[in-house]
């Protein structure tokens, strides 16, 4: 193979899409170049996800009461002699109680405490005779529980009583940011390029991310949290592509395996951190410089994906990359005998086509696993497991399995584990899979669409969840039907395994003639080599 290539070398060697894993072994597969890239990617992606992973930890909500005031305050240890230990003894008399509990949302007129007499305050028995002449008011401030987090959104915004709602707006926001960065993200990446849109998503994440630290206003901090989730998913999916677009076909899994775990890291880095810094401007604060200290060096170590590049017609551009990329690692190629080929531009046709064929049934089947992935959640967090459901009148028709297996929680958390596998396999998967399917110049197009559909899933199944309430084996149900759904649909796609990436519609198109499952027929495969032109295949 060797001798070949440098046969190659001595003459001239034409080059377009199909050859790119042949350019790419050349240049040095393993080379400085590329594991530099691949580790300075995992490393942007993994901080970038913190951001998503530090909801659970910013948007907690503490044990809270209503605050003294501090002119009654200093009446009460001024006129009625009360000490700071007395004082936090009585100061519940501050609210009504209502089924024993004493409000959080409601106290007393500061003028009808002010005005009371200290045997009030100093009584050890019964005092609602008093009480029932107090006029009652919202409460205007708040003292929150800091002995596990000194601050978090709840706290800093003082997201009380009415205002709870407002915590989960923030948490919709950032959805909101992940669908919307998931179609337009994709889509710009194939217009302007890989890299560009992968260093303006992760200096988007830094910037939002600082403005809402300082800002104190939270519908600000609200807005920046869907800039932030436009960014992630945006520098995920722009950096899955780059990385797919320069490894050779051997190495995609591997690479592609690897980068999906960079959520994971990211959620364990974060609660080791979180651990250790418990105010939430100051972990935002950390996230963001730490993602902009490590974006600079790739701004200045990196290049655009010549893949991409070539596939734009960007001849000349795509040689200085090269020749980059060949200078760091250390191969010596002569590149005045290499012909670079534009890429066979597709018709107006061609794209109506393939989204017909490929992106609709791809983007049922990641909607479908975003689905499944969020129903996962079902047994962990104990939705579909409350222990008073024993005390229930149930049907004479529960299933037996339900009523005899899944009281046992054993086998329950077995089960949950195995669908939990299944489901981030399966979601690990599709993005190769995705990336093989769709040629060059709609490749991020394709990823971002499909994207979107999974942030539709998510977004279904807190919907889905709540049918518990009416029934508790109906969300598994759901999910159930829903994954062997997806399953059955993914058989009328190709096989991609072992096949180079496509560069055109034409090839799309191929891809999916010859290397799919003819459900009425035998099986049929067609050999393909990784070095072929898939139009040859």
């Known amino acids: 193979m060797e001798q070949d290539h440098e046969a190659r070398s001595e003459g001239d060697y034409e080059i377009n899409e199909n050859d790119f894993d042949t350019i790419l072994e050349r240049l040095g597969r393993n080379g400085q170049y590329f594991i530099r890239s691949k580790i300075f990617m ?7 996800a913190m951001n998503i992973g530090a909801s659970a930890f910013i948007d907690q909500s503490p044990a809270y009461e209503c605050q003294l005031p501090d002119q009654l305050r200093n009446n009460l240890i001024e006129k009625c002699n009360l ?26 007129s500061l003028d009808s405490l002010m005005h009371v007499n200290c045997s009030y305050w100093k009584e050890k028995g019964n005092v609602t005779v008093y009480q029932k002449y107090f006029d009652v008011v919202d409460c205007k401030s708040w003292v929150f529980d800091t002995s596990t987090y000194k601050s978090t959104i709840f706290t800093t915004f003082q997201l009380t009583c009415d205002k709870t709602w407002q915590l989960s707006l923030s948490k919709y926001a950032m959805l909101l940011g992940i669908f919307f960065g998931a179609f337009i993200a994709g889509h710009a990446s194939d217009s302007y390029g890989r890299r560009p849109i992968f260093l303006l998503m992760t200096a988007q994440i830094s910037i939002a991310t600082l403005l809402s630290v ?19 998913i945006g520098a995920c999916e722009t950096g899955y592509v780059y990385l797919m677009e320069t490894t050779v076909s051997h190495q995609r899994i591997v690479t592609s395996q690897v980068m999906q775990t960079t959520f994971s890291v990211a959620f364990m880095l974060l609660a080791f951190v979180a651990y250790m810094e418990r105010t939430w401007q100051n972990l935002m604060l950390y996230i963001s410089i730490l993602l902009f200290i490590c974006g600079v060096p790739f701004f200045f170590l ?75 959640a079902l047994t962990s967090s104990g939705e579909c497991s409350n222990d008073n459901d024993k005390d229930r009148v149930r049907p004479k028709t529960r299933d037996i399995f339900q009523r005899k297996i899944l009281r046992y929680k054993d086998v329950n958390l077995v089960l949950y584990l195995l669908g939990k ?23 991020g197009n394709g990823i971002g669409i499909c994207s979107s559909c999974a942030r539709i899933g998510g977004v279904a199944s807190q919907a889905v969840n709540n049918l518990a309430g009416v029934e508790t ?45 003819h459900i009425l027929s035998k099986l049929k495969y067609n050999q393909v080599t990784t070095r072929a032109p898939l139009s040859q295949q």
């Open 42 to 48: 995992f490393i942007l992606v993994t901080v970038a």
């Open 83 to 108: 000490s700071s230990s007395e004082l936090n003894e009585v100061k519940n008399r501050s609210c009504p109680i209502k089924n024993d509990e004493v409000s959080k949302c409601y106290s007393y």
């Open 214 to 232: 300082f800002v104190p206003n939270f519908y600000f901090y609200a807005a920046m949290r869907f800039l932030v989730g436009f960014g992630v």
């Open 302 to 376: 990196s290049g655009e994906s010549p893949r991409w590049l070539l596939s734009m017609g960007k001849l000349g551009r795509t040689r200085k990359v090269l020749e980059a990329i060949a200078k760091a690692n250390k191969k010596s190629i002569d590149f005045d005998n290499i012909k670079f080929l534009p890429l066979h531009k597709p018709t107006s046709d061609e794209p109506k086509l393939m989204v017909r064929e490929k992106g609709a049934l791809d983007d049922d089947d990641d909607d479908d696993d975003d689905v499944t992935d969020s129903g996962d």
């Open 421 to 443: 596998f299944g489901t981030s396999a399966t979601f690990s998967c599709i993005y190769l899979y995705t990336s093989e399917l769709y040629p060059t110049l709609l490749r």
């Open 473 to 517: 084996s109906l969300p598994y149900v759901i999910y159930g039907v829903i994954a062997l759904l997806a399953a059955l649909l993914i058989l009328c796609l190709p096989e991609t395994n072992g096949t180079t990436l496509p560069d055109s519609i034409a090839d799309t198109e191929c891809l999916y003639r010859k290397r799919r499952i």
